[in-house]
Protein backbone atom coordinates (compact mmCIF):
# COMPACT_ATOMS: atom_id res chain seq x y z
CA UNK A 1 0.00 0.00 0.00
CA UNK A 2 0.90 3.63 -1.52
CA UNK A 3 1.83 5.55 2.18
CA UNK A 4 -0.10 8.35 0.91
CA UNK A 5 -3.44 6.17 1.47
CA UNK A 6 -2.41 5.15 4.81
CA UNK A 7 -4.57 8.34 6.41
CA UNK A 8 -7.23 7.21 4.52
CA UNK A 9 -8.04 3.48 4.84
CA UNK A 10 -7.48 4.39 8.69
CA UNK A 11 -10.63 6.25 8.27
CA UNK A 12 -12.95 3.34 7.20
CA UNK A 13 -10.74 -0.01 7.28
CA UNK A 14 -13.86 -1.99 6.58
CA UNK A 15 -14.73 -0.03 3.54
CA UNK A 16 -10.69 -0.74 2.66
CA UNK A 17 -11.19 -4.84 3.46
CA UNK A 18 -14.26 -4.46 1.38
CA UNK A 19 -12.89 -3.30 -1.89
CA UNK A 20 -10.02 -4.77 -1.39
CA UNK A 21 -11.73 -8.32 -1.52
CA UNK A 22 -13.73 -7.48 -4.34
CA UNK A 23 -12.95 -9.14 -7.58
CA UNK A 24 -14.39 -6.94 -10.03
CA UNK A 25 -15.51 -3.92 -9.83
CA UNK A 26 -19.28 -4.00 -9.60
CA UNK A 27 -19.07 -6.21 -6.78
CA UNK A 28 -17.28 -3.55 -5.19
CA UNK A 29 -19.74 -1.36 -5.78
CA UNK A 30 -22.67 -3.74 -4.54
CA UNK A 31 -20.96 -4.12 -1.30
CA UNK A 32 -19.85 -0.87 -0.73
CA UNK A 33 -23.51 0.64 -1.45
CA UNK A 34 -24.81 -2.41 1.21
CA UNK A 35 -22.47 -1.46 3.77
CA UNK A 36 -22.81 2.46 3.55
CA UNK A 37 -26.41 2.49 3.71
CA UNK A 38 -26.50 -0.44 6.26
CA UNK A 39 -24.47 1.95 8.64
CA UNK A 40 -26.82 4.94 7.96
CA UNK A 41 -29.60 2.57 9.15
CA UNK A 42 -27.73 1.04 11.87
CA UNK A 43 -28.02 4.62 13.47
CA UNK A 44 -31.56 5.53 12.18
CA UNK A 45 -32.60 2.28 13.60
CA UNK A 46 -31.31 3.23 17.18
CA UNK A 47 -28.79 0.18 17.21
CA UNK A 48 -25.91 1.88 17.65
CA UNK A 49 -25.62 5.54 19.96
CA UNK A 50 -24.10 8.18 18.07
CA UNK A 51 -24.07 11.96 18.87
CA UNK A 52 -26.53 14.30 16.64
CA UNK A 53 -23.98 16.52 15.58
CA UNK A 54 -21.87 13.28 14.17
CA UNK A 55 -25.00 11.76 13.07
CA UNK A 56 -25.72 14.91 10.80
CA UNK A 57 -22.54 14.81 9.12
CA UNK A 58 -22.75 11.01 8.96
CA UNK A 59 -26.12 10.99 7.12
CA UNK A 60 -24.85 13.78 4.50
CA UNK A 61 -21.53 11.88 3.75
CA UNK A 62 -23.39 8.63 3.29
CA UNK A 63 -25.70 10.55 0.67
CA UNK A 64 -22.47 12.04 -1.08
CA UNK A 65 -21.20 8.95 -1.48
CA UNK A 66 -24.25 7.24 -3.28
CA UNK A 67 -23.97 9.93 -5.44
CA UNK A 68 -20.49 9.10 -6.61
CA UNK A 69 -20.65 5.38 -6.74
CA UNK A 70 -23.79 5.85 -8.74
CA UNK A 71 -23.38 4.52 -12.58
CA UNK A 72 -25.94 7.70 -13.39
CA UNK A 73 -22.78 9.81 -11.95
CA UNK A 74 -20.43 8.22 -13.22
CA UNK A 75 -21.61 7.94 -16.70
CA UNK A 76 -22.10 11.82 -16.51
CA UNK A 77 -18.90 12.81 -15.15
CA UNK A 78 -17.34 10.43 -17.45
CA UNK A 79 -15.54 9.53 -14.14
CA UNK A 80 -15.33 6.43 -11.48
CA UNK A 81 -14.05 7.39 -8.05
CA UNK A 82 -15.20 4.20 -7.08
CA UNK A 83 -12.93 2.51 -10.09
CA UNK A 84 -9.53 4.31 -8.34
CA UNK A 85 -10.77 3.57 -4.77
CA UNK A 86 -11.20 -0.19 -5.83
CA UNK A 87 -7.94 -0.11 -7.73
CA UNK A 88 -5.82 1.80 -5.13
CA UNK A 89 -7.01 -1.10 -2.23
CA UNK A 90 -5.86 -4.03 -4.46
CA UNK A 91 -3.11 -2.53 -6.49
CA UNK A 92 -1.64 -0.42 -3.53
CA UNK A 93 -2.04 2.79 -5.81
CA UNK A 94 -4.04 4.49 -8.29
CA UNK A 95 -3.22 7.75 -10.64
CA UNK A 96 -5.01 10.18 -8.86
CA UNK A 97 -3.75 13.37 -7.29
CA UNK A 98 -3.66 13.50 -3.35
CA UNK A 99 -6.49 16.16 -3.16
CA UNK A 100 -8.73 12.93 -4.27
CA UNK A 101 -7.14 11.00 -1.42
CA UNK A 102 -7.94 13.90 1.05
CA UNK A 103 -11.85 13.61 -0.29
CA UNK A 104 -12.11 10.32 0.72
CA UNK A 105 -10.09 10.24 3.88
CA UNK A 106 -12.42 13.37 5.20
CA UNK A 107 -15.87 11.39 3.70
CA UNK A 108 -14.61 8.42 5.85
CA UNK A 109 -14.03 9.84 8.70
CA UNK A 110 -17.73 11.39 8.68
CA UNK A 111 -18.94 8.12 7.83
CA UNK A 112 -17.57 6.83 11.09
CA UNK A 113 -18.65 9.87 13.51
CA UNK A 114 -15.11 10.55 13.51
CA UNK A 115 -14.85 14.05 11.46
CA UNK A 116 -12.32 17.01 12.24
CA UNK A 117 -15.15 19.51 12.66
CA UNK A 118 -15.49 19.53 16.95
CA UNK A 119 -13.93 21.29 18.81
CA UNK A 120 -13.97 24.09 16.49
CA UNK A 121 -10.33 25.51 15.86
CA UNK A 122 -11.87 29.06 14.91
CA UNK A 123 -13.55 29.08 18.63
CA UNK A 124 -10.03 28.70 19.89
CA UNK A 125 -9.76 27.12 23.48
CA UNK A 126 -13.29 27.44 23.97
CA UNK A 127 -14.48 24.40 25.90
CA UNK A 128 -18.26 23.36 24.90
CA UNK A 129 -20.87 23.36 27.49
CA UNK A 130 -24.30 21.39 28.01
CA UNK A 131 -26.65 24.49 28.82
CA UNK A 132 -29.53 21.71 29.36
CA UNK A 133 -27.79 21.20 33.12
CA UNK A 134 -29.24 24.53 34.07
CA UNK A 135 -31.67 26.46 34.41
CA UNK A 136 -33.37 30.15 35.18
CA UNK A 137 -31.42 32.81 36.03
CA UNK A 138 -28.09 30.48 36.56
CA UNK A 139 -28.46 28.88 32.82
CA UNK A 140 -28.45 32.54 31.74
CA UNK A 141 -25.98 34.28 33.32
CA UNK A 142 -23.59 31.16 31.51
CA UNK A 143 -24.68 31.36 28.57
CA UNK A 144 -24.42 34.67 28.31
CA UNK A 145 -20.80 34.41 29.50
CA UNK A 146 -20.26 31.51 26.34
CA UNK A 147 -21.48 34.45 24.11
CA UNK A 148 -19.26 37.23 25.54
CA UNK A 149 -16.16 34.65 24.54
CA UNK A 150 -17.41 33.35 21.45
CA UNK A 151 -17.43 36.84 20.25
CA UNK A 152 -14.41 38.29 21.75
CA UNK A 153 -13.09 34.89 19.48
CA UNK A 154 -15.09 36.60 16.24
CA UNK A 155 -13.25 40.36 17.08
CA UNK A 156 -10.05 38.54 17.03
CA UNK A 157 -10.63 37.45 13.41
CA UNK A 158 -12.39 40.95 12.93
CA UNK A 159 -9.84 43.36 13.81
CA UNK A 160 -7.19 41.95 11.41
CA UNK A 161 -9.59 43.70 8.41
CA UNK A 162 -9.63 47.17 9.02
CA UNK A 163 -11.94 50.13 6.87
CA UNK A 164 -10.69 53.07 5.70
CA UNK A 165 -12.66 55.09 8.04
CA UNK A 166 -9.78 53.89 10.65
CA UNK A 167 -7.48 57.18 11.75
CA UNK A 168 -4.60 55.43 10.88
CA UNK A 169 -5.94 53.60 7.75
CA UNK A 170 -6.91 57.59 6.78
CA UNK A 171 -3.48 58.82 7.74
CA UNK A 172 -1.65 56.32 5.11
CA UNK A 173 -4.34 57.09 2.76
CA UNK A 174 -3.75 60.62 2.88
CA UNK A 175 -0.25 60.19 1.63
CA UNK A 176 -1.06 58.26 -0.54
CA UNK A 177 -3.25 60.68 -2.18
CA UNK A 178 -0.44 63.21 -1.88
CA UNK A 179 2.31 60.84 -3.97
CA UNK A 180 -0.51 60.03 -6.34
CA UNK A 181 -1.26 64.15 -6.77
CA UNK A 182 2.34 65.18 -7.16
CA UNK A 183 3.30 62.61 -9.83
CA UNK A 184 0.23 64.09 -11.58
CA UNK A 185 1.19 67.27 -11.18
CA UNK A 186 -2.39 67.74 -9.65
CA UNK A 187 -4.06 69.40 -6.74
CA UNK A 188 -6.92 68.57 -3.97
CA UNK A 189 -9.29 70.54 -6.17
CA UNK A 190 -8.41 68.11 -8.88
CA UNK A 191 -9.07 65.15 -7.00
CA UNK A 192 -12.34 65.72 -5.80
CA UNK A 193 -13.92 66.36 -9.40
CA UNK A 194 -14.86 63.41 -11.01
CA UNK A 195 -14.20 64.70 -14.60
CA UNK A 196 -10.63 64.84 -13.74
CA UNK A 197 -10.46 61.09 -11.89
CA UNK A 198 -12.48 59.71 -15.56
CA UNK A 199 -9.24 61.68 -17.55
CA UNK A 200 -6.57 60.05 -15.15
CA UNK A 201 -7.57 56.16 -14.87
CA UNK A 202 -4.22 54.78 -15.13
CA UNK A 203 -4.88 52.64 -18.39
CA UNK A 204 -1.77 53.09 -20.94
CA UNK A 205 1.58 52.20 -20.67
CA UNK A 206 2.16 55.96 -19.21
CA UNK A 207 -0.46 55.23 -16.49
CA UNK A 208 1.05 52.42 -16.23
CA UNK A 209 4.48 54.42 -15.30
CA UNK A 210 3.24 56.60 -13.14
CA UNK A 211 1.49 53.58 -10.90
CA UNK A 212 4.94 52.16 -10.32
CA UNK A 213 6.04 55.85 -9.06
CA UNK A 214 3.07 55.45 -6.23
CA UNK A 215 3.31 51.96 -5.17
CA UNK A 216 5.72 49.27 -5.14
CA UNK A 217 4.52 45.91 -7.19
CA UNK A 218 5.66 42.68 -7.01
CA UNK A 219 7.55 41.16 -10.50
CA UNK A 220 4.76 39.09 -11.88
CA UNK A 221 1.94 41.81 -11.13
CA UNK A 222 4.15 44.10 -12.63
CA UNK A 223 4.95 41.77 -15.80
CA UNK A 224 1.22 40.98 -16.05
CA UNK A 225 0.07 44.94 -16.16
CA UNK A 226 2.82 45.41 -18.56
CA UNK A 227 1.50 42.62 -20.82
CA UNK A 228 -1.75 43.61 -21.12
CA UNK A 229 -1.53 47.02 -21.51
CA UNK A 230 0.69 45.83 -24.32
CA UNK A 231 -1.49 43.45 -25.96
CA UNK A 232 -5.15 45.61 -25.87
CA UNK A 233 -6.31 43.53 -22.87
CA UNK A 234 -8.21 45.98 -20.81
CA UNK A 235 -6.66 47.40 -17.77
CA UNK A 236 -7.53 50.43 -16.02
CA UNK A 237 -7.65 51.61 -12.61
CA UNK A 238 -8.79 55.00 -10.89
CA UNK A 239 -6.30 57.52 -8.74
CA UNK A 240 -9.25 56.84 -6.23
CA UNK A 241 -8.90 53.45 -5.84
CA UNK A 242 -5.18 53.05 -6.44
CA UNK A 243 -4.55 55.34 -3.04
CA UNK A 244 -6.34 52.89 -1.25
CA UNK A 245 -3.39 50.54 -1.84
CA UNK A 246 -0.18 50.39 0.74
CA UNK A 247 2.72 51.86 -0.55
CA UNK A 248 4.07 48.42 -0.04
CA UNK A 249 1.59 45.08 -0.91
CA UNK A 250 0.10 43.74 2.30
CA UNK A 251 -2.38 41.20 4.11
CA UNK A 252 -4.35 44.71 4.42
CA UNK A 253 -4.43 45.68 0.44
CA UNK A 254 -3.98 42.23 -0.78
CA UNK A 255 -7.98 41.71 -2.25
CA UNK A 256 -7.72 45.66 -3.28
CA UNK A 257 -4.76 45.07 -5.56
CA UNK A 258 -6.02 41.69 -7.03
CA UNK A 259 -9.28 43.39 -8.10
CA UNK A 260 -7.34 45.06 -10.64
CA UNK A 261 -4.08 44.18 -10.78
CA UNK A 262 -4.37 40.54 -12.82
CA UNK A 263 -2.48 37.65 -12.39
CA UNK A 264 -0.22 36.64 -15.88
CA UNK A 265 -1.87 33.41 -16.55
CA UNK A 266 -5.46 35.20 -17.02
CA UNK A 267 -2.97 37.51 -19.14
CA UNK A 268 -1.77 35.63 -21.21
CA UNK A 269 -5.28 33.60 -22.03
CA UNK A 270 -6.96 36.91 -22.79
CA UNK A 271 -4.08 37.84 -25.15
CA UNK A 272 -4.38 34.55 -26.92
CA UNK A 273 -7.83 34.99 -27.64
CA UNK A 274 -7.75 38.56 -28.63
CA UNK A 275 -9.69 37.35 -31.36
CA UNK A 276 -12.43 35.65 -30.52
CA UNK A 277 -12.64 36.42 -26.86
CA UNK A 278 -16.77 37.38 -27.57
CA UNK A 279 -17.23 33.50 -28.16
CA UNK A 280 -14.17 32.03 -26.03
CA UNK A 281 -14.99 33.59 -22.62
CA UNK A 282 -19.02 34.33 -23.23
CA UNK A 283 -19.33 31.85 -19.89
CA UNK A 284 -22.99 33.19 -18.60
CA UNK A 285 -23.94 32.85 -22.84
CA UNK A 286 -25.14 35.82 -22.81
CA UNK A 287 -25.42 35.98 -26.92
CA UNK A 288 -28.15 32.95 -26.34
CA UNK A 289 -29.96 35.21 -23.80
CA UNK A 290 -29.80 38.84 -25.76
CA UNK A 291 -32.82 39.17 -27.80
CA UNK A 292 -32.14 42.43 -28.83
CA UNK A 293 -29.08 44.67 -28.97
CA UNK A 294 -28.13 45.63 -25.30
CA UNK A 295 -30.80 43.33 -23.67
CA UNK A 296 -30.00 40.12 -21.48
CA UNK A 297 -32.99 38.15 -20.01
CA UNK A 298 -32.84 35.00 -17.99
CA UNK A 299 -35.91 35.32 -15.96
CA UNK A 300 -40.13 36.10 -16.82
CA UNK A 301 -39.90 39.45 -14.77
CA UNK A 302 -36.72 40.85 -15.22
CA UNK A 303 -34.01 41.87 -17.64
CA UNK A 304 -31.04 44.04 -18.09
CA UNK A 305 -30.03 46.82 -20.18
CA UNK A 306 -25.95 47.47 -20.85
CA UNK A 307 -25.90 50.74 -22.38
CA UNK A 308 -21.97 51.06 -21.55
CA UNK A 309 -19.74 48.62 -22.67
CA UNK A 310 -16.94 49.45 -20.01
CA UNK A 311 -15.90 50.61 -16.62
CA UNK A 312 -13.53 53.39 -15.38
CA UNK A 313 -11.75 50.36 -13.30
CA UNK A 314 -11.66 46.58 -14.77
CA UNK A 315 -11.90 44.22 -12.57
CA UNK A 316 -10.01 40.99 -13.23
CA UNK A 317 -12.74 38.45 -12.84
CA UNK A 318 -15.17 40.44 -14.48
CA UNK A 319 -18.48 38.64 -15.93
CA UNK A 320 -18.36 40.28 -19.38
CA UNK A 321 -14.97 40.37 -20.14
CA UNK A 322 -15.63 38.79 -23.33
CA UNK A 323 -16.83 42.05 -24.24
CA UNK A 324 -15.28 44.41 -22.20
CA UNK A 325 -13.31 47.30 -23.76
CA UNK A 326 -10.27 49.53 -22.40
CA UNK A 327 -11.69 52.44 -20.08
CA UNK A 328 -13.66 55.22 -22.36
CA UNK A 329 -12.97 53.99 -25.36
CA UNK A 330 -15.52 55.37 -27.84
CA UNK A 331 -17.22 52.07 -29.04
CA UNK A 332 -17.45 51.23 -25.74
CA UNK A 333 -21.01 53.75 -26.06
CA UNK A 334 -24.27 52.68 -27.35
CA UNK A 335 -25.94 54.69 -29.64
CA UNK A 336 -29.24 56.56 -28.26
CA UNK A 337 -30.62 54.65 -31.75
CA UNK A 338 -30.00 51.29 -30.01
CA UNK A 339 -31.03 52.69 -26.29
CA UNK A 340 -34.39 53.91 -27.59
CA UNK A 341 -34.64 50.48 -29.16
CA UNK A 342 -33.53 48.34 -26.09
CA UNK A 343 -36.42 50.84 -24.15
CA UNK A 344 -39.09 50.00 -26.82
CA UNK A 345 -38.56 46.59 -26.30
CA UNK A 346 -39.07 46.37 -22.85
CA UNK A 347 -42.56 48.67 -23.71
CA UNK A 348 -43.42 45.97 -26.06
CA UNK A 349 -43.18 43.41 -22.94
CA UNK A 350 -45.47 44.28 -20.34
CA UNK A 351 -44.79 41.26 -18.16
CA UNK A 352 -42.05 43.09 -17.02
CA UNK A 353 -41.75 44.34 -13.44
CA UNK A 354 -37.83 45.39 -12.90
CA UNK A 355 -34.69 46.81 -15.18
CA UNK A 356 -31.44 46.55 -14.31
CA UNK A 357 -29.33 48.94 -15.77
CA UNK A 358 -26.09 47.69 -16.05
CA UNK A 359 -22.83 47.00 -18.53
CA UNK A 360 -19.70 47.72 -17.73
CA UNK A 361 -20.77 50.61 -15.50
CA UNK A 362 -23.61 53.05 -16.46
CA UNK A 363 -22.42 55.81 -14.73
CA UNK A 364 -19.25 56.48 -16.99
CA UNK A 365 -21.94 58.00 -19.19
CA UNK A 366 -22.83 61.48 -18.92
CA UNK A 367 -26.07 63.09 -16.81
CA UNK A 368 -28.00 63.75 -19.99
CA UNK A 369 -27.71 60.01 -21.28
CA UNK A 370 -28.29 58.30 -17.89
CA UNK A 371 -31.16 60.33 -17.44
CA UNK A 372 -32.45 59.62 -20.96
CA UNK A 373 -32.37 55.57 -19.66
CA UNK A 374 -33.99 56.22 -16.25
CA UNK A 375 -36.64 58.85 -18.07
CA UNK A 376 -37.63 56.12 -20.31
CA UNK A 377 -38.12 53.15 -18.58
CA UNK A 378 -40.01 55.50 -15.44
CA UNK A 379 -42.40 56.05 -18.19
CA UNK A 380 -43.32 52.70 -18.85
CA UNK A 381 -46.32 51.83 -16.15
CA UNK A 382 -45.46 47.91 -15.79
CA UNK A 383 -41.87 48.86 -14.95
CA UNK A 384 -42.16 48.52 -10.32
CA UNK A 385 -38.61 48.93 -10.16
CA UNK A 386 -35.39 50.07 -11.57
CA UNK A 387 -32.03 49.24 -10.06
CA UNK A 388 -28.57 51.12 -11.41
CA UNK A 389 -25.81 48.43 -10.87
CA UNK A 390 -22.32 50.20 -10.41
CA UNK A 391 -19.55 50.50 -8.87
CA UNK A 392 -18.67 54.22 -9.01
CA UNK A 393 -19.20 54.72 -5.41
CA UNK A 394 -16.20 52.69 -4.60
CA UNK A 395 -14.04 53.69 -7.76
CA UNK A 396 -14.98 57.00 -8.37
CA UNK A 397 -17.37 58.18 -5.37
CA UNK A 398 -16.76 62.00 -6.93
CA UNK A 399 -19.05 60.98 -9.53
CA UNK A 400 -22.08 60.49 -7.10
CA UNK A 401 -23.23 64.02 -7.16
CA UNK A 402 -26.32 66.35 -6.13
CA UNK A 403 -26.77 66.52 -9.67
CA UNK A 404 -26.69 62.91 -10.47
CA UNK A 405 -28.88 61.53 -7.24
CA UNK A 406 -31.66 64.28 -7.83
CA UNK A 407 -31.72 62.70 -11.26
CA UNK A 408 -32.50 59.38 -9.63
CA UNK A 409 -34.96 61.24 -6.88
CA UNK A 410 -37.02 62.38 -9.79
CA UNK A 411 -37.59 58.95 -11.27
CA UNK A 412 -38.37 57.29 -7.51
CA UNK A 413 -42.16 57.69 -7.22
CA UNK A 414 -43.70 55.98 -4.11
CA UNK A 415 -46.38 53.27 -4.67
CA UNK A 416 -45.62 53.46 -8.52
CA UNK A 417 -42.08 52.59 -9.54
CA UNK A 418 -38.81 52.12 -7.05
CA UNK A 419 -35.36 52.85 -8.23
CA UNK A 420 -32.31 51.64 -5.98
CA UNK A 421 -28.65 50.91 -7.00
CA UNK A 422 -26.62 47.86 -6.53
CA UNK A 423 -22.77 48.03 -6.28
CA UNK A 424 -20.06 45.65 -5.74
CA UNK A 425 -18.07 46.14 -2.55
CA UNK A 426 -15.62 42.84 -2.24
CA UNK A 427 -13.36 43.92 0.92
CA UNK A 428 -13.74 46.15 3.93
CA UNK A 429 -10.68 48.30 2.65
CA UNK A 430 -12.70 49.65 0.00
CA UNK A 431 -14.69 51.38 2.14
CA UNK A 432 -13.68 54.90 2.84
CA UNK A 433 -14.93 58.83 3.76
CA UNK A 434 -15.53 59.47 0.28
CA UNK A 435 -17.30 56.68 -0.36
CA UNK A 436 -19.45 56.75 2.28
CA UNK A 437 -20.10 60.08 2.13
CA UNK A 438 -21.63 59.42 -1.86
CA UNK A 439 -23.60 56.57 0.14
CA UNK A 440 -24.85 59.40 2.33
CA UNK A 441 -26.05 61.43 -0.47
CA UNK A 442 -27.81 58.44 -2.42
CA UNK A 443 -29.41 57.84 0.86
CA UNK A 444 -30.73 61.33 1.51
CA UNK A 445 -32.46 61.53 -1.76
CA UNK A 446 -34.70 58.46 -0.42
CA UNK A 447 -32.61 55.45 -2.79
CA UNK A 448 -31.73 52.13 -1.49
CA UNK A 449 -28.28 50.94 -1.98
CA UNK A 450 -27.34 46.94 -2.54
CA UNK A 451 -24.05 45.40 -2.12
CA UNK A 452 -23.37 41.63 -4.51
CA UNK A 453 -19.98 40.17 -3.04
CA UNK A 454 -18.19 38.50 -5.31
CA UNK A 455 -16.58 35.92 -3.42
CA UNK A 456 -13.02 35.16 -4.42
CA UNK A 457 -9.35 33.33 -2.84
CA UNK A 458 -8.85 37.46 -2.31
CA UNK A 459 -11.42 38.07 0.59
CA UNK A 460 -12.34 34.26 1.52
CA UNK A 461 -10.79 33.78 4.96
CA UNK A 462 -12.11 33.49 8.06
CA UNK A 463 -14.59 36.33 8.64
CA UNK A 464 -13.19 38.69 5.95
CA UNK A 465 -16.43 38.48 4.43
CA UNK A 466 -18.43 39.14 7.58
CA UNK A 467 -16.00 42.30 8.19
CA UNK A 468 -17.21 43.72 4.77
CA UNK A 469 -21.13 43.08 5.58
CA UNK A 470 -20.60 45.31 8.97
CA UNK A 471 -18.72 47.73 7.38
CA UNK A 472 -21.39 48.54 4.60
CA UNK A 473 -23.70 48.13 6.99
CA UNK A 474 -22.66 51.18 8.97
CA UNK A 475 -22.10 53.30 5.83
CA UNK A 476 -25.55 52.37 4.61
CA UNK A 477 -25.33 49.73 2.52
CA UNK A 478 -27.45 46.19 2.49
CA UNK A 479 -25.80 42.89 1.83
CA UNK A 480 -27.98 41.39 -0.91
CA UNK A 481 -25.95 38.50 -3.00
CA UNK A 482 -22.34 36.91 -2.56
CA UNK A 483 -21.89 35.52 -5.67
CA UNK A 484 -19.35 32.50 -5.68
CA UNK A 485 -16.93 32.45 -8.09
CA UNK A 486 -17.71 31.99 -11.99
CA UNK A 487 -16.69 28.84 -13.36
CA UNK A 488 -14.65 30.99 -16.38
CA UNK A 489 -11.10 28.91 -16.77
CA UNK A 490 -8.99 32.31 -17.27
CA UNK A 491 -9.77 33.47 -13.45
CA UNK A 492 -9.41 30.15 -12.18
CA UNK A 493 -6.71 31.54 -9.48
CA UNK A 494 -9.44 33.44 -7.49
CA UNK A 495 -11.89 30.63 -7.82
CA UNK A 496 -13.16 29.60 -4.22
CA UNK A 497 -14.12 25.80 -3.27
CA UNK A 498 -18.76 25.80 -3.58
CA UNK A 499 -17.77 24.45 0.11
CA UNK A 500 -15.89 27.24 1.31
CA UNK A 501 -19.04 30.00 0.49
CA UNK A 502 -21.22 27.49 2.37
CA UNK A 503 -18.76 26.80 5.33
CA UNK A 504 -18.90 31.06 5.41
CA UNK A 505 -22.24 31.21 5.44
CA UNK A 506 -23.57 28.34 8.12
CA UNK A 507 -20.29 29.66 10.60
CA UNK A 508 -19.13 33.00 10.03
CA UNK A 509 -22.11 35.06 8.84
CA UNK A 510 -24.25 33.25 11.19
CA UNK A 511 -22.78 34.55 14.26
CA UNK A 512 -23.96 38.00 13.07
CA UNK A 513 -27.15 39.60 13.66
CA UNK A 514 -29.88 39.34 10.98
CA UNK A 515 -29.54 42.60 9.28
CA UNK A 516 -26.05 42.16 8.62
CA UNK A 517 -26.16 38.98 6.96
CA UNK A 518 -29.23 39.29 4.97
CA UNK A 519 -27.62 38.16 1.47
CA UNK A 520 -28.20 34.95 -0.24
CA UNK A 521 -25.12 32.64 -1.36
CA UNK A 522 -25.43 31.93 -5.28
CA UNK A 523 -23.73 30.66 -8.14
CA UNK A 524 -24.76 31.73 -11.74
CA UNK A 525 -25.38 28.93 -13.84
CA UNK A 526 -24.75 29.62 -17.15
CA UNK A 527 -28.20 30.34 -19.71
CA UNK A 528 -29.97 29.36 -16.91
CA UNK A 529 -29.75 31.75 -14.00
CA UNK A 530 -29.05 32.19 -10.07
CA UNK A 531 -28.79 28.66 -7.98
CA UNK A 532 -29.25 29.34 -4.46
CA UNK A 533 -26.28 27.54 -2.71
CA UNK A 534 -27.33 26.91 1.14
CA UNK A 535 -30.75 25.43 -0.35
CA UNK A 536 -29.64 21.72 -0.79
CA UNK A 537 -32.59 20.75 -3.40
CA UNK A 538 -30.73 23.46 -5.81
CA UNK A 539 -27.79 21.54 -6.11
CA UNK A 540 -26.02 18.18 -5.59
CA UNK A 541 -22.01 16.92 -5.35
CA UNK A 542 -22.24 13.97 -8.17
CA UNK A 543 -18.95 13.04 -7.99
CA UNK A 544 -15.22 13.46 -7.20
CA UNK A 545 -12.55 13.65 -10.18
CA UNK A 546 -8.78 12.29 -10.08
CA UNK A 547 -7.40 15.22 -9.57
CA UNK A 548 -9.38 15.87 -6.31
CA UNK A 549 -12.26 18.09 -7.71
CA UNK A 550 -16.05 18.02 -6.83
CA UNK A 551 -18.28 17.63 -9.59
CA UNK A 552 -21.85 19.61 -8.82
CA UNK A 553 -24.94 19.12 -10.92
CA UNK A 554 -26.61 22.35 -10.36
CA UNK A 555 -30.34 22.49 -10.66
CA UNK A 556 -32.13 25.28 -12.87
CA UNK A 557 -34.12 27.66 -10.89
CA UNK A 558 -37.07 26.40 -13.23
CA UNK A 559 -36.95 22.85 -11.32
CA UNK A 560 -40.70 21.85 -10.74
CA UNK A 561 -41.93 24.47 -12.57
CA UNK A 562 -40.20 23.81 -16.19
CA UNK A 563 -38.41 20.43 -17.73
CA UNK A 564 -34.55 21.78 -17.94
CA UNK A 565 -31.43 19.99 -17.64
CA UNK A 566 -29.30 21.03 -14.67
CA UNK A 567 -25.97 22.76 -14.85
CA UNK A 568 -22.38 20.25 -14.54
CA UNK A 569 -19.93 22.55 -12.82
CA UNK A 570 -16.14 20.96 -11.88
CA UNK A 571 -14.92 23.26 -9.12
CA UNK A 572 -11.47 23.74 -7.53
CA UNK A 573 -10.26 20.80 -5.19
CA UNK A 574 -10.67 21.99 -1.57
CA UNK A 575 -6.41 21.00 -0.96
CA UNK A 576 -5.30 22.98 -3.45
CA UNK A 577 -7.45 26.07 -2.31
CA UNK A 578 -6.00 25.45 1.63
CA UNK A 579 -2.68 24.88 0.40
CA UNK A 580 -2.82 28.57 -0.90
CA UNK A 581 -4.21 29.41 2.05
CA UNK A 582 -1.24 28.10 4.18
CA UNK A 583 0.99 30.42 1.43
CA UNK A 584 -1.08 33.56 2.67
CA UNK A 585 -0.35 32.66 6.05
CA UNK A 586 -3.35 31.16 7.40
CA UNK A 587 -3.81 27.65 8.93
CA UNK A 588 -5.65 24.80 7.56
CA UNK A 589 -6.87 23.77 10.61
CA UNK A 590 -9.21 26.93 10.69
CA UNK A 591 -11.25 25.83 8.12
CA UNK A 592 -11.12 21.82 9.00
CA UNK A 593 -15.04 21.50 8.75
CA UNK A 594 -14.91 23.00 4.96
CA UNK A 595 -14.55 19.22 3.73
CA UNK A 596 -18.24 18.57 5.47
CA UNK A 597 -19.82 21.18 3.19
CA UNK A 598 -21.20 19.35 -0.01
Not at 287 to 303: E, Q
Not at 352 to 361: E, I, K, P, R, S
Not at 398 to 423: A, D, H, P
Request: aromatic share 12%; glycine share 4%.
Amino acid sequence: MSSRWQNCWEAEPEIHILLKESETLEGAREKIINYIGSLDWTYRRDFDNIKSWDYILLKESVRCLQNIISPRNERLSDSSALNHLWEAARTGDSDVADDFIDEFEHFFKAVKGNSDVYPSKIMGDMESLDFNGYKGREAALIRSDFLDKMSEQMNKYLERYPTGLKAEIVEKRIANKKRILEALGATEDDWDDWKWQFRNVFKDEAGFEIIKKVIKLVPEQEKAIELAVKSNVPFGVTPHYLHLMDYEPSSFDFAVRRQVFPPLSYVENMKAHNGDRETAFDFMREHDTSPVDLVTRRYPKVAIIKPYDSCPQICVYCQRNWEITNPFMESAQASTEQIDKAIEWYAQHEHLMDVLVTGGDPLVMSNKLVERIVKGLSELKHIRSIRIATRIPITVPQRITEELCEIFSTYYEVGKQTLCMVTHFSHPYEVTLDTAAAIRRIKMHGLHVYNQQVFTFANSRRFETAALRIAIKQIGVDPYYTFNMKGKSEVEEYAVPVARILQERKEEARILPGIFRTDEPVFNVPFLGKNHLRAWQDHELIAVMPDGRRMYSFHPWEKNIDQVKPYLYTDVSIKSYLDKMEERGESSEEYNSIWYYY
